[in-house]
């Protein structure tokens, strides 16, 4: 595996979790996702690295997209209101 950084092929992987959180106040009262990822990390920069397993990215993904329309649902009122 090849650093995204900064191109070195020395690495070394270790167990995680990592909690998601949606990101911005609207998205607040939406359940954060849990992910037991192996993280790879560069030991010349310290960028690291994992992939989210299919069934938390779908989580991820869907929940994105249901906040991502509430929030536009909430502001449509003001926009209208900021257009008049
Ligand atoms: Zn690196």
Known sequence: MKCAACGSYSYRAFPAEVLIHFPGLVNIDK??????????????????????P???????????????????KKTAGERVAAAA
């Open 31 to 52: 359940s954060p996702v849990f992910v037991f990822p192996k993280i790879t990390i560069c030991p010349e920069c310290g960028v690291g690295q994992f992939r989210v």
């Open 54 to 72: 299919e069934a938390e990215l779908r989580l991820l993904m869907n929940r994105d997209v249901a906040a991502a329309a509430e929030y536009q």
